[in-house]
Structure formats: structure tokens, C-alpha cells
């Protein structure tokens, strides 16, 4: 009897300003962009989607269960930009049947590069779900999904979580299925559950793809293929963006229509229901334990690192990046400190990646860029200036006019 | 095939252009004729002693033997029979008095116009000779296409197409709208608008000069092609006998000092970079009518002594000032493709391009920039010279994608676009 188990990620950087080396000014975000596309996208997907996923529990009077994963960053941009997205996200919680899962509140590479910083930022994101949605996040997720045993066990060191999302890769579970809920490896409690990369991406990325062999996918067809996961796993976990309604799926593609009858298709057959992450753990125990030594994440095909820190630039910023933690905490100014965690934001590096720059494909949709060298640029002089400023708090502004690299030894200095 | 120059006695990137297209045509085992005019004293004297047929062998730069099937005729008007010197110099006295006309000044002032171009001389008496001597060699030769590089030749090739009863191909490198902005020379808008409207087909370098000859010259969208340039890999590797010790970066500009080629854009951005970073030099290879205003621009910047004129560049030199140069920016306000970054990215030298330019239309590993934003010319070489990371790059990438544009695939395209006018409708 497979349970459904949607878990949807919600997330916008914050963009930054075309900042020159010549800028001066602190500011370092395009409140403008940010705001319209904030808006922008809350009309078309967060929304009618919100109020669609509403309207379909009311009227399955709690069979039809999902999760959020929404991350600060955004918290405090539909705050400020589009409130009404925030109240239909209450209206959600509200219900009983939505569960809101914990992530880094900035979107952040830091397990990688500062551990410290990680675990201050997860504390962050969990106080923001309290404060907004009255819930105690259970279930972690990192990142991009980005996943290894090191990970788990520094979770569950933690104390608060009963278990840790990630991704399905088939190289870690080999002839293994996804559907069944696991235990990662060097773990005593913490469970793990494993995203079924083929059925979730049938709806995040193939949906409209003419080119498909199963296009146009309707919500019958798709029940079919969950309920014949019956007697061979005990949940089917469908991961996806949840930019994927409205904004990577256009409404005219019928994604709306998709989801409006996929809970009716699914309950359709006796055994099937739909269950949020902690009822799944409660419910399955694990079938058996995953090794996963080396870090894989969601992204692209390669299911690694290699769309953030792939190439030269992205390494080089994220390095000098985490190399002026210690330094930007000792100011103390919580606006450097947040202006410095806002640069941790794992978009900024995804736009400096060439790995797929040439083709021209998704990278470049969801790209403000015109190319990863203007990104690194960018995020480098703006990187450069915080520095300077943090500079200036701990010297007591002796070095407040510096300018040029050779006061910057520590940034990047000319060989 | 009707050219104007041929390496290694070249002024601009024409030259390098004819030799990569035929080189490769020559490789798919297509027959050309290239047809070159030998061209009268001018104080480009390099100019002159150009391939008589006799004398192009010797010239090892260039290996001909490797060019099969291309064939050479220089046009030399005194071993010409047709004509004798008296009617000759009737012609040439006629046209001067026409263009005396046309100009209302006096022959002097003409020709320094046309000096300002860099070209020699009297072009337009040039120009009509070449036409008139091509087209009697065409009456003694066998060919199925008309190919004419760039205005200078176009009457040549209306001529010879006339003549032969041949299609005409008209190949645009440049226009006049790239070389003089708004002022144009009207004779030569006029020259290049009939070339272009007898054209059977219209090859452009870039889609950004295909939009020029559509709504500057009214040619109608379905007759212009474009065909991008190709880059001809220089295959040296001087790496280790020219590593420079050198605790100054070095910015280089490379092409001639004209309006076209923006190097004032180059000078203040130049200022504007020293604001920021002091240990930084920059360049200005090659020769021009604005060159003394940009060494006057670069004093009254209070940057002179950070600017090095170097003087036009050919062979060994431009190798050598690649390796020595950390970046190349080539600023222009209107450049129809420009193969000069081609080149640099080929040495290993990473650019930065104007967008108003046909090369950003293939280049992706490349910073981009509008020639008028200075501040961001100048904020985009900081940062190549700053970051060490984007530098490598830089260089790695945008070296493999050159290697992708080849010379091949823009004769292969001219042959198809030749094979389509050969078919009888």
C-alpha cells in the first residue's frame, strides 16, 4: 500500500544590484527585481497553487497531505512583497495536513565549507517556521539535497530531527528501491527518505515535453503508476520545486488541472493514501541502511556539486567567501552578518557555472546574468566591499578610504 | 574570386579573412581565382610589390603550395594590352575630373579623404581599373561564381558577373556605416548599395551586419546570408621562450586607431582602471587616423605614462604582444565581426568585446560590454586582472570555443550557398 509523500521546495534568492568596483554604497540588492519577480512569481504559481493544495484538503477532509520546505530567504520576501502568499501558507498550516520541513534559512552551501555557520542558520530557519506556522520542524533537508553520511550524523547530533530527506541517486542504492523508508549509515534513530527521482520528475520535468513518449501525462495515468509501486515499496516520495506549477510548467501546460485531479486518481484505489514525511517514518520502519560516503546532491545529471562549484570561479568565491566568517562575527553588526549569509545563498554560485553556459538550457532561465563571468564579477565586488567594510568596524575606520587590491591581502591578492 | 589584399601585405583583418576562406575552400577541393589588384605607389609601400605571378612563390609566409587549387592573378595595368597609355591616362584624368566634381574640392583634399582610410591612394580610379581589367580576364577564363570581397571590388565583380553571365556573390566584411558612423562617404554608401542590390546573394560576417545591409541598404532579407569568420590557429606554442618577468599587467588594444575601433572608450576606461589598481600598463598596438588624438587623449588624462603606442603590428610582433598581454579589449562601436579576439583567445588571452560587434554573436566565453559604458569596461578589467580565477577561465574556455570556429565550416557554408544559386529554377 504506497503512501504519496509530496514534499514541495520553496525558495527565491535574494538577487544582488549590478555592483562595479567602483561602488561604494552598502547596499547591495536589487530590492526592485527582487520585488517584482517575487510578485511575479507568486502570481503564477505560489498563489493558485496554494489555494488549489487548500482547496483539495478541504475537500478530501484531510486524506490529501503534503510538506513545505520554505526557506527564510523567502519568508522575508513574501513578508514584504506579496503578505497574501504568506496568509494562504498559514491558511495551510492551519489544516493539520501540511507539514513544514527545516533547511539552512539562507539557502546555504555551509555544511561544506562551516559547520558552525550550518548549524546557526538551521536554528534560524526552525524559529522562523515556529514563528510563522507554529510548528517544530521534524525532517531536515539540505540544500539542493546535497547528502552524505557525514551529514546525517551531524543531523542527528543535532537532537531535534526524526529524520533527513535526500536524494534517490541510483548509484548509492544500487538494485535497491527508492520507495521504503532507509536508515543512513553511523545513525541510531535518524531515518531517511529517498526522493523517487523518475515519477517526480515526470511531473517537475517532463510534464509538458511533447517530445515524451507518455505526453500528455493526465492524472489517471500517473495514479496507475503509483499504485503499481503496490507490494514492491511503501512510499512513493515526489520531491519537486514548487515553482514547478505556473512557473516551470505553465498553467496552459494543464499542471494546475494535473494536480486538482491527481488526489481523487490516487485515492481512487483502496490501498493508496497520501502521507506527510513524519507519518511516513512513523508508519514504515526502515528496510535497511544507505552508505553514502561521497556527497551527492540533486542537481543536473551528474547528481554532484559540480553546478556550484564546478569550475575555478565558483570555488574561488565560495573560499573567500567562508574565509571572512570569523571576521564578519566579530563585528558583531548584524547587517554586515546578514548581508554576508545572504551571499552564502547556493543560487549565487549556481549562476557562475559554464558547465552548460554554451547550450544555452535551464541554467540560463533562471539566470539573471548574461553570463557566469559577469556573476563572479559581480558577486566579487560585492564580496570585496563587505570585506573593506568589516575592515573598517574592527580598525576603527583606519582603514576606511582603502582602496585597491594591494590593501586587501587577504582578498585574492595579485600574483 | 575578387579580393582586395592577401597576407602577408595586409592593413586589416580583410586580408586574414580572404586567406582563411580560400585556404579551406581550397581544402574541400573547391577551384578558386583569386583576383587581386596590384595596386599604385602609396606610402604602404608593402602594398605594392605584391604577387606578381612570378614572385608569390617565394614568399614562405604565406605557403602557397599548400593552396592546390587556388590560383592568383595580380592585375598589373602597364603589362595589360588592351589599352595604351594615352587612353589610360584619359581615363584617369576623367575620373579625376569627376571626382574633382563630385567633391567640389580639389584633387588633394580628395585623396587625403581617402588616405584617412588607411587604404592607399586614389581608390576610386583604383577601383574602376580593377573593374575593367577584371573583366577582361574574365572573358579568357572558366568559372560558375562571382565571389567580391568588400566594396572596393564590387564594381569589379558587377563587371565580371555582367560579363560572364555568372552569379554575383557580394561578401560583406565591413560598411561603410562601421567605419565612419553617421558620416558617411556617399560614393562608397553608393558603390556597396549596387553591389549589393546586384548581388544574387549577399554573405554577411555577422547577423549584426546582415541587420545593417537590410535596413541601411534596403536589400531584402531573403538574399543575405551570414557566414562568421573562422579563426586561422596559429598552432606556435612560444610559451616558454617568451615568459616575460613582469610585475605589470598588461592591457592590450590591437587594431587600427580609428573612430571605428572606439580607442578613446579604451583611454578612458584605461583612466578609470588606474583609479583602482596601479600596476597595469596598457597597449595600443596598431596605426590610424585618430592615432595622434589618442596620444594626446592619453596625456591630457594624466595617464601618458601609463599608455604605450607600439605602432602598426604584423607577423612575430603581434605573436610576441599576445603573450605578453593579460587582456585584450577591443572596444568598437561598430565592428562587423572582428577576428583580432579570435586570435588573442587563440594565444591565450582572454576579452573583452564590445557588444556592437559580429564576434559577440559567437564568442560566449567572453566579457561583454557596450563601448559606450565605460565604467563597466573599465569594472570588467579589474576584475580580469584581480581575480586570477576568472582570468583561467576565461582563458580555458573561451580557448577551447575558438578551436570550434573554423574556416571550414564558412566555406562549406559558401559552398552550399553557391551550390543553391547553381541550381536552375
Known sequence: MPSVCFYFQVHQPVRLRHYTVFDKNDHYFDDNK?????????????????????????????????????????????????????????????????????????????????????????????????????????????TELIYNNDLACLIESMGCFDAIITEGADHILGYRSPNFVYQPKGCNHLKLLLKNYSLSDDIAFRFSNRDWAQWPLTAEKFAQWVSNVNGNGNVVNLFMDYETFGEHQWEDTGIFNFMRHLPGEVLKHPD???????????????????????????????????????????????????????????????????????????????????????????????????????????????????????????????????????????????? | MLGWEFPPFISGGLGTACYGLTRAMDQLDMEVMFVLPKMVESKYATHVKLLTPGSHKSTSFLKFDELKNVQFHAINSSLLPYTTPETYQQKIEETLRLKQEMFGGSVSS??????????????????????????????????????????????????????????????????????????????????????????????AVSHFTRNLVISRYGVSGDKVEVVYNGVERSGKWLMDDT??????????????????????????????????????????????????????????????????????????????????????????????????????????????????SGVSEVLTHALKVDFWDVNEIANKIVAVLKYPPLQMTLRSHGNFEVRRLRWKDAAAKCKKIYEEMLIPV
Open chain 1, 34 to 142: 527582487n520585488g517584482s519577480i517575487c510578485r511575479k512569481v507568486a502570481n503564477k504559481c505560489y498563489l493558485p497553487a496554494n489555494r488549489l493544495l487548500l482547496d483539495m484538503i478541504r475537500r478530501f477532509d484531510g486524506r490529501f497531505r503534503i510538506s513545505y520546505s520554505v526557506t527564510g530567504l523567502l519568508l522575508e520576501q513574501l513578508e514584504r512583497y506579496s503578505p497574501e502568499v504568506m496568509s494562504t501558507f498559514d491558511a495551510l498550516a492551519e489544516t493539520g495536513c501540511v507539514e513544514f520541513l527545516a533547511e539552512t534559512y539562507y539557502h546555504s552551501l555551509s555544511f561544506l565549507y562551516s559547520r558552525n555557520e550550518f548549524v546557526e542558520q538551521i536554528n534560524k530557519h526552525i524559529e522562523a517556521i515556529n514563528y510563522f506556522f507554529g510548528q517544530k520542524p521534524k525532517l531536515f533537508r539540505n
Open chain 1, 272 to 415: 493508496n493514501n497520501f502521507k506527510t514525511p513524519s507519518e511516513v517514518i512513523q508508519s514504515y520502519g526502515s528496510a535497511d541502511e544507505v552508505d553514502v560516503p561521497h556527497i551527492i546532491s540533486w542537481a543536473d545529471t551528474e547528481r554532484d556539486l559540480s553546478a556550484w562549484l564546478g569550475n575555478a570561479m565558483q570555488s574561488n568565491a565560495i573560499h573567500e567567501l567562508y574565509r571572512i566568517e570569523k571576521k564578519i562575527k566579530s563585528t558583531k553588526d548584524e547587517k554586515i552578518i546578514a548581508d554576508w549569509r545572504k551571499l552564502q545563498t547556493s543560487d549565487h554560485f549556481y549562476y557562475m557555472c559554464t558547465k552548460y553556459f554554451a547550450d544555452g538550457d535551464v541554467h540560463k532561465y533562471f539566470n539573471p546574468y548574461d553570463s557566469p563571468y559577469d556573476s563572479y564579477i559581480n558577486f566579487m565586488n560585492v564580496l570585496d566591499h563587505l570585506h573593506k567594510r568589516c575592515s573598517v568596524e574592527t580598525d576603527d575606520g583606519a582603514l576606511g578610504s582603502a582602496s585597491g587590491i594591494e590593501n586587501l591581502p587577504d582578498l585574492q591578492p595579485v600574483e
Open chain 2, 110 to 203: 580628395a585623396s587625403q579623404l581617402f588616405m584617412s582610410k588607411d587604404y592607399s591612394g586614389d581608390m576610386y580610379t583604383e577601383i574602376h581599373r580593377y573593374a575593367a581589367l577584371a573583366a577582361e580576364l574574365a572573358e579568357d577564363e572558366r568559372f560558375d561564381i562571382v565571389h567580391a570581397h568588400d566594396w572596393m571590388t564590387y564594381p569589379a565583380g558587377i563587371a565580371v558577373a555582367a560579363i560572364s553571365g555568372r552569379p554575383l556573390v557580394v561578401h560583406v566584411h565591413s560598411t561603410e556605416f562601421d567605419r565612419s558612423g553617421e558620416h558617411v562617404n556617399q560614393m562608397i554608401y553608393d558603390i556597396e548599395r549596387e553591389g549589393m542590390h546586384r548581388a544574387d546573394k549577399v554573405v
Open chain 2, 243 to 356: 615568459v616575460i618577468d613582469k610585475d605589470e599587467k598588461i592591457v592590450l588594444f590591437l587594431g587600427r586607431i580609428t573612430m571605428q575601433k572606439g580607442p578613446e572608450y579604451f583611454l578612458q576606461a584605461a583612466k578609470k582602471v588606474l583609479e583602482v589598481i596601479d600596476n597595469v600598463k596598457f597597449v595600443m598596438a596598431g596605426s590610424g587616423d585618430m592615432m595622434h588624438r589618442a596620444i594626446e587623449m592619453a596625456a591630457g588624462l594624466g595617464i601618458g605614462h601609463k599608455v604605450l603606442f607600439t605602432g602598426f603590428l604584423r607577423g612575430e610582433d603581434v605573436q610576441k604582444i599576445y603573450k605578453m598581454a593579460d587582456l585584450y579589449v577591443m572596444p568598437s562601436v561598430s565592428e562587423p565581426f572582428g577576428i583580432a579576439p579570435l586570435e588573442a583567445l587563440d594565444n591565450d588571452v582572454p576579452v573583452i568585446i564590445s557588444k556592437q
